[in-house]
């Protein structure tokens, strides 16, 4: 099974700051990665696929980039609305499996 | 997006089955993929398998080999997952969610939780 493995499990922001966090997998799944966002309570919303094509009603303040095994998401300009826990995923082979998320705090 | 309606809280005793229905909202049931994914309190997110109602055909992750069981009954325009044999650590929130190539989900559903207790 291909690992994911997020960093940092948490970080505290601010509204208006820029923030960053990665996601590292344990072998190459060359584009083959999406973001979600899930908010305490509720069930998980696509961000983005295929690493960086932000889903369709997704503020263009979410930036992903990376390739092969290593990825970002790169928050600018944090809202409100923003803090929650992002969690990445392959889509590259079976089992697709997820990272253990970041959580974004006050 | 897809908006998923999912049956209700279940409260299981250990060994006994679960059986957790979805149903999309809109006439997309043919032409996409259901997936059934589990999040335990506190925990991440775990694919548990999908299937394809327009073929019928079904992919479950080996962990769940031999319990777990993915339906669609296309007169209904439901899915079904079933999990047998529970086990106190299958008590999580199971979801369904829907996309078009099986692997990328943009509509779930609300979410049931499923409790097993003795």
């Known amino acids: 099974d291909i690992q994911m493995t997020q960093s940092p499990s948490s970080l505290s922001a601010s509204v208006g700051d820029r923030v960053t966090m990665t996601c590292r997998a344990s072998q190459s799944i060359t584009t083959y990665l999406n973001w979600y966002q899930q908010k305490s309570g509720k069930a998980p919303k696509l961000l983005m696929f295929?690493?960086?094509n932000l889903q369709r009603g997704v503020p263009a303040r979410f930036r992903g980039s990376g390739s092969g095994t290593d990825f970002t998401l790169t928050i600018s300009g944090l809202q409100p609305e923003d803090f929650a826990t992002y969690y990445c995923?392959?889509?590259?082979?079976?089992?697709?499996?997820f990272g253990l998320g970041t959580k974004v705090e006050v | 997006q897809v908006q998923l309606v999912q049956s209700g809280v279940e409260v299981k005793k250990p060994g006994s089955s679960v059986k957790v229905s979805c149903k999309p909202s809109g006439g997309i049931f043919s032409n996409h993929a259901f997936t059934w994914l589990r999040q335990a309190p506190g925990q991440g997110l775990e694919w548990m398998g999908g299937?394809?109602?327009?073929?019928?055909?079904?992919k479950e992750a080996q962990k769940f080999q031999g319990r777990l069981t993915i339906t669609a009954d296309k007169s209904t325009s439901t899915a079904y997952m079933e999990l047998a044999s529970l086990r106190l650590d299958d008590t999580a929130v199971y979801y369904c969610a829907t996309s078009t190539d099986g692997s990328t989900w943009s509509g779930w559903g609300q979410g049931t939780l499923v409790t097993v207790s003795s």
């Open positions: 995923q392959q889509s590259y082979s079976f089992p697709y499996t």
């Open positions: 295929a690493v960086s």
């Open positions: 299937i394809i109602p327009i073929s019928g055909n079904t």
